[in-house]
């Protein structure tokens, strides 16, 4: 049996979400489109493992995948490149490679890195549209930086997960927030953590956005963070405006403590789990 390993890149927009739904056709969500695919290409009905479960309407530049096969006569390049044929155009396959066997790019990875992107403009963006979130203002950076800072390092981030996180705790590390100029009107948010709650990033993005507008003040994250209440919290921003950048596996971040390997016991929607 083989073990192949997938680096996708998908237009989050037509999607709904990663996992494959009930009621929906496979093509509907990133992980049916890529098992459809391969179901062609292998004749064998084949399940995809994916490193987070992306929500509808998230973008991702490097989610990682990997399925078994016993399939022999294809090799890495042509799954590679049949993939990217057999999906739809919003869904390419970057890369192939050869795995151990049974490797889970779950289980392995050590972090993920996540940007969030804001349209910090009094009017909207044409181009931007399905990239970043209109929050009909000006952003004070100064202001966002400073709230980020209070997220840096490990804590229980209960007050930052939905109700719907089925994660037995919500403890977690950041690694780095930065809040950074893109170009034109664009602001861009940052995140590495070791693991991420469901709609951790986009409660962070709303939050965040908040104290920006000049709606609360940067120490207000602190006191959110030491809550754990979830109703003191900024909003959870539009699923459209972020992106999963990188699953991170390498030595620029610690292994994950032992115990504590298994983060998200039961895989829950939403960017990180």
């Not at 004749?43 to 998230?58: C, E, F, H, Y």
């Not at 399939?71 to 999906?87: A, C, H, M, N, Y």
């Not at 739809?88 to 392995?108: F, H, I, N, Y």
């Not at 100064?142 to 997960?161: I, P, S, V, Y």
Request: aromatic letters at 6%; one cysteine or more; charged letters at 30%.
């Amino acid at each position: 049996m083989r073990t192949i390993r997938l680096v996708v890149e998908y237009d989050g927009t037509a999607f709904s979400g990663w996992q494959v739904q009930a009621g929906l056709q496979a093509r509907e969500t990133v992980q049916g489109a890529l098992q459809e695919a391969l179901e062609k290409m292998t004749q064998v009905a084949t399940r995809v493992r994916g490193a987070s479960r992306t929500d509808a309407g998230v973008h991702a530049r490097g989610q990682v995948a990997a399925f078994d096969t016993e399939k022999d006569s294809i090799g890495v390049l042509g799954f590679e490149r049949g993939l990217t044929q057999l999906t739809p155009p919003q869904l390419v396959v970057r890369r192939a490679e050869e795995a151990p066997p049974g490797w889970d790019p779950k289980r392995s990875a050590r972090g993920k890195r996540y940007r969030y992107s804001y349209w910090s403009d009094t009017t909207p963006t044409a181009l931007e549209r399905e990239r970043a979130w209109w929050v009909r203002g000006r952003l004070d950076l100064e202001r966002m930086q400073a709230a980020a800072d209070h997220l840096l390092g490990t804590h229980d981030f209960e007050a930052f997960r939905s109700a719907g996180c089925s994660a037995q705790h919500a403890v977690r590390t950041m690694y780095d927030l930065k809040v950074e100029v893109g170009p034109w009107a664009r602001v861009d948010l940052v995140v590495v953590g070791n693991a991420f709650c469901r709609n951790m990033v986009r409660i962070f993005a709303g939050t965040l956005a908040e104290v920006g507008l000049g709606r609360r003040a940067p120490e207000d994250v602190a006191e959110i963070l030491a809550s754990r209440d979830r109703t003191r919290g900024g909003v959870t921003a539009p699923g459209h405006g972020l992106c999963l950048e990188e699953v991170i596996y390498d030595d620029r971040l610690p292994p994950r403590p032992e115990d504590n390997r298994d983060l998200d016991p039961r895989p829950a929607a939403g960017e990180g789990e």
